[in-house]
T-cell receptor, first 122, second 116 residues
Framework: GAGVSQSPRYKVTKRGQDVALRCDPISGHVSLYWYRQALGQGPEFLTYFNYEAQQDKSGLPNDRFSAERPEGSISTLTIQRTEQRDSAMYRC????????????????????FGPGTRLLVL | AQTVTQSQPEMSVQEAETVTLSCTYDTSESDYYLFWYKQPPSRQMILVIRQEAYKQQNATENRFSVNFQKAAKSFSLKISDSQLGDAAMYFCAYRLSNFGNEKLTFGTGTRLTIIP
């Protein structure tokens, strides 16, 4: 595909509602990452997948946040019972994962980011 | 835990001049990657340049180059011949090189203004 896509681009919801944010990675990318970016800050890691396996969810702030990638492609980040402090830009990134460089060594590929979903919880 | 520090919240430069953005990081690891990402007003995140810690040669991409000082844990970005399109937030980021530990740790960013 042309790049990482995310939907919706903007989401306004009321406190207490559940939201689902979708990420469609670049075709062929096996690794997928979720980050959250507050205004004026750098992105903060939430979780990531290799294929369909969730490898690290240490950045998820609490059990209201969950993510899945059931077929190893599209991923959904779900926030249950949203709170105003959840308002932020949610970014998805994808990469080829681990490849072999010219010297035969392992090389972690670069993460490419999507446009983000701006979430506002009222 | 690894941390990334960008001590310049804002920088400005005259068009066509050169500017250097600073980044320092803290890690006890010896093998890692460093990145500079650009975030223009559209709020996209665009990779500018990447450096592998095991490489002694500084990375360059056209007008963009880095000064990587591993012992000092410093990774500055130099932009030559600044253009109006370079105006953006610039984020420095760090990542371990081992598979399975791939999260990016970002600094707080430097806002770069280009003066026509």
């Amino acid at each position: 595909g042309a790049g990482v896509s995310q939907s919706p681009r903007y989401k306004v919801t009321k406190r207490g509602q559940d939201v689902a944010l979708r990420c469609d990675p670049i075709s062929g990318h096996v690794s997928l990452y979720w980050y959250r970016q507050a205004l004026g800050q750098g992105p903060e890691f939430l979780t990531y997948f290799n294929y369909e396996a969730q490898q690290d969810k240490s950045g998820l702030p609490n059990d209201r946040f969950s993510a899945e990638r059931p077929e190893g492609s599209i991923s959904t980040l779900t926030i249950q019972r949203t709170e105003q402090r959840d308002s932020a830009m949610y970014r998805c990134a994808s990469s080829l994962g681990l490849t072999v460089d010219w010297a035969g060594g392992g090389l972690l590929e670069t993460q490419y980011f999507g446009p983000g979903t701006r979430l506002l919880v009222l | 835990a690894q941390t990334v520090t960008q001590s310049q919240p804002e920088m400005s430069v005259q068009e066509a001049e050169t500017v250097t953005l600073s980044c320092t990081y803290d890690t006890s690891e010896s093998d890692y990657y460093l990145f500079w990402y650009k975030q223009p007003p559209s709020r996209q995140m665009i990779l500018v340049i990447r450096q592998e810690a095991y490489k002694q040669q500084n990375a360059t991409e056209n007008r963009f180059s880095v000064n990587f000082q591993k012992a000092a844990k410093s990774f500055s970005l130099k932009i030559s011949d600044s253009q109006l399109g370079d105006a953006a937030m610039y984020f420095c980021a760090y990542r371990l090189s081992n598979f399975g530990n791939e999260k990016l740790t970002f600094g707080t960013g430097t806002r770069l203004t280009i003066i026509p």
